[in-house]
């Protein structure tokens, strides 16, 4: 997995320059993919990303469709690899003439599609946090980016007395890179980091790591591992006597869904930080809830990214409609102050940077399975890609 060039700025784009779309919006519908890994290590996650997605596309078309055009979905696996993430983006866009793509969550596998969407000048919502330090004119990121996520989740275990910590992550690009910053953080925060491990993607024997990390005596430990490493690697922590009183965890990528394949028994008191959870107490995600679970299942959770999903078919939508028009250099015109009323919350896209803002949130995992907030940032954050508000982070985008 690529481990550099994560801190360079990607805000050049084709400008419309690009081979004209084939995007075809003769008839009474309009094709749009969806681009997730339904295989892999990181099915565990993907899978219900896909699933928020259809929810989202069958709500629009029941309502009357995008401009009045129904959605047509053309769905592919990106497998857990960006190689193939990359393949399948260029098949979307040139072969099935989407008029946008959803989907994507491992920053390898973002990197891997970004030069595909600026060559062709098409649109990708990307719905998952990550660790910031880009922005492209042809991705919306609809996830959390750095100052919405890791920052409040520093602050608030600073805001805790926690004066040390250990650093467990994925060996890819955003653990890679959430770590750096992490580290400036620390070092301007009077925050010892006892230790930086890495495993990669897939990897289940975390003995070695979790004895590292007991040995360290840290206060608390900062989780980057994506995928169902989690789920190796949270049971090894509990086999360790290893506990959320004694040394908590706080995980940027296990939201409900993950609870319930690592074992709610072996979270249950870890914290997390996010933007949303199931159990937010609101109508709009009431709403979102019930629909959801009314589809797949009572039995099933809502999450993080899948709701960063869900609501960025409903900012496209806005988008369109704004403009009048499927075309990606018209749609971005439009994009600046669009908002929804999502269930996380209002949220509003920045035109200048295509995030969006958001409110953070850090939860706990609770004997139910289900994260509950301890804390809510009360108000969206305005998203801050390059930390440029940070004195500590000088340096840190290249």
Same mark, same amino acid.
């Not at 996650?45 to 009045?68: C, M, P, R, W, Y």
């Given at each position: 997995m690529a481990t550099s060039a994560c801190g360079s700025r990607t805000d050049t784009g084709s400008g419309g320059t690009a081979a004209?779309?084939?995007?075809?919006?003769?008839?009474?519908?309009?094709?749009?993919?969806f681009l997730n890994s339904l295989s892999g290590t990181?099915?565990?996650?993907?899978?219900?990303?896909?699933?928020?997605?259809?929810?989202?596309?069958?709500?629009?078309?029941?309502?009357?469709?995008?401009?009045?055009?129904?959605?047509?979905?053309?769905?592919?696996?990106?497998?857990?690899?960006?190689?193939v993430f990359a393949e399948k983006a260029t098949k979307l866009i040139s072969s099935d003439c989407v008029a946008a793509v959803f989907g994507g969550w491992t920053s390898s596998s973002r990197k891997a599609m970004l030069p595909v969407f600026e060559g062709a000048n098409a649109l990708l919502f990307y719905p998952v946090q990550y660790e910031g330090l880009e922005s492209s004119p042809n991705i919306f990121y609809t996830g959390a980016t750095?100052?919405?996520?890791?920052?409040?989740?520093?602050?608030?275990?600073?805001e805790k007395g926690v004066k040390s910590l250990f650093l467990v992550g994925s060996d890819y690009v955003f653990p890679r890179t959430a770590n750096k910053i992490i580290q400036a953080y620390a070092k301007a925060n009077g925050i010892?980091?006892?230790?930086?491990?890495?495993?990669p993607l897939g990897h289940t024997d975390f003995a070695t790591i979790v004895n590292k990390v007991k040995g360290s005596g840290s206060?608390?430990?900062?989780?980057?591992?994506?995928?169902?490493?989690?789920?190796?690697?949270?049971?090894?922590?509990?086999?360790?006597?290893?506990?959320?009183? $004694?040394?908590?965890? /706080? !995980?940027?990528?296990?939201? #409900?869904?993950? +609870?319930?394949?690592? =074992?709610?028994?072996?979270?249950v008191g870890q914290l997390t930080a996010w933007n949303y959870y199931q159990t937010i107490d609101s109508p709009a995600n009431k709403t979102f809830v019930a629909a959801f679970k009314e589809k797949y299942g009572q039995g099933r959770v809502t999450s993080d990214p899948m709701?960063?999903?869900?609501?960025?078919?409903?900012?496209?939508?806005?988008?369109?409609?704004?403009?009048?028009?499927?075309?990606?250099?018209?749609?971005?015109? $439009?994009?600046?102050? /669009? !908002?929804?009323?999502?269930? #996380?919350?209002? +949220?509003?896209?920045? =035109?200048?940077?295509?995030?969006?803002?958001?409110?953070?949130?850090?939860?706990?995992?609770?004997?139910?399975?289900?994260?509950?907030?301890?804390?809510?940032?009360?108000?969206?954050?305005?998203?801050?890609?390059?930390?440029?508000?940070?004195?500590?982070?000088?340096g840190l985008a290249g």
């Open positions: 004209k779309s084939c995007v075809d919006t003769s008839g009474d519908s309009v094709k749009v993919g990181m099915a565990i996650s993907e899978k219900t990303v896909f699933d928020s997605l259809k929810l989202a596309a069958d709500q629009i078309n029941a309502a009357g469709g995008v401009n009045g055009k129904k959605l047509s979905v053309v769905s592919e696996d990106g497998a857990s690899e960006p190689t750095t100052n919405q996520q890791i920052v409040p989740a520093l602050d608030y275990l600073k010892e980091v006892k230790g930086e491990e890495y495993a206060a608390a430990v900062f989780n980057t591992l994506n995928g169902d490493s989690n789920v190796a690697f949270f049971k090894e922590y509990r086999n360790a006597g290893l506990t959320a009183a $004694a040394m908590p965890v /706080v !995980s940027v990528s296990i939201a #409900e869904e993950e +609870v319930g394949g690592v =074992g709610v028994d072996n979270l709701e960063a999903a869900y609501t960025s078919l409903f900012l496209w939508k806005s988008m369109v409609e704004k403009a009048n028009s499927f075309t990606p250099d018209d749609v971005k015109k $439009a994009s600046g102050g /669009v !908002s929804h009323d999502a269930p #996380e919350g209002m +949220v509003t896209v920045n =035109g200048e940077n295509h995030h969006i803002a958001k409110t953070a949130l850090i939860g706990k995992v609770g004997a139910d399975g289900l994260i509950h907030t301890e804390w809510s940032s009360a108000k969206p954050i305005e998203p801050d890609p390059f930390l440029k508000g940070y004195d500590w982070a000088k």
